[in-house]
């Protein structure tokens, strides 16, 4: 059975950090792609980043220079550390990994406080 484990969501004040991870586990196929999405409330859900298994990644705008993607294949595991946090980022960040299937976590919440 996947899972998808995510943890370090919580609430910041502008310009603070925090750091995400995600655990896969159960997959059995090759991963090929782990990254991180994002839904604010109304609104669609959007790309934030993504990491290929050759480490190879890719930013929505809105976040380059400010977040940076990681994983660690040993571990199936992927990171996104947030620095300089803005009230917009506010949202419910959700994990996803790409192999033959998708696959999402349950999300977790991101509050930054003005």
């Known amino acids: 059975q996947v899972q998808l484990v995510e943890s370090g969501g919580g609430l910041v004040q502008t310009g603070g950090s925090l750091r995400l991870s995600c655990a896969a586990s159960?997959?059995?196929?090759?991963?090929?792609?782990m990254g991180w999405y994002r839904q604010a409330p109304g609104k669609q859900r959007e790309l934030v980043a993504t990491i290929t298994s050759s480490g190879n990644t890719n930013y929505a705008d809105s976040v380059k220079g400010r977040f940076t993607i990681s994983r660690d294949n040993a571990k199936n595991t992927v990171y996104l550390q947030m620095s300089s946090l803005k009230p917009e980022d506010t949202a419910v960040y959700y994990c996803?990994?790409?192999?033959?299937?998708?696959?999402w976590g349950q999300g977790t919440q991101v509050t930054v406080s003005s």
């Open positions: 159960g997959i059995m196929f090759r991963i090929n792609s």
């Open positions: 996803n990994v790409e192999t033959y299937y998708v696959y």
